[in-house]
C-alpha cells in the first residue's frame, strides 16, 4: 500500500499494525511507511483489524470483516 496525505504526498513513518486478538492465535505485526509511503504487510486469516498511527496523529483503527 502507500500513505499520502489530502493532497496525494507520500507519509513516510506510518507504522501499520495486523492485529488479532483470538487467544489461540493472539499477535500483532507490522511495518511503517518508507520514504516513498510505500508499505508492504503480509494478510492471513486470522488478521481483525489495521492501525495506523503517526506522531501528532490520531490513531485509526480498521476492522477486518469475518469471512463466513
Do not use: W
Not at 513516510?12 to 500483532?28: D, P, R
Not at 507490522?30 to 490513531?59: C, H, R
Amino acid at each position: 500500500g502507500q500513505m499520502v496525505d489530502s493532497q496525494q504526498n507520500p507519509i513516510q513513518g506510518v507504522s501499520i499494525v495486523l492485529m488479532s486478538t483470538n487467544a489461540k492465535v493472539g499477535y500483532s505485526k507490522g511495518t511503517i511507511s518508507d520514504k516513498s509511503g510505500n508499505f508492504t504487510l503480509q494478510f492471513d486469516e486470522n488478521a481483525e483489524a489495521v492501525v495506523f498511527t503517526f506522531v501528532g496523529k490520531k490513531s485509526i483503527k480498521l476492522l477486518i470483516p469475518a469471512e463466513e
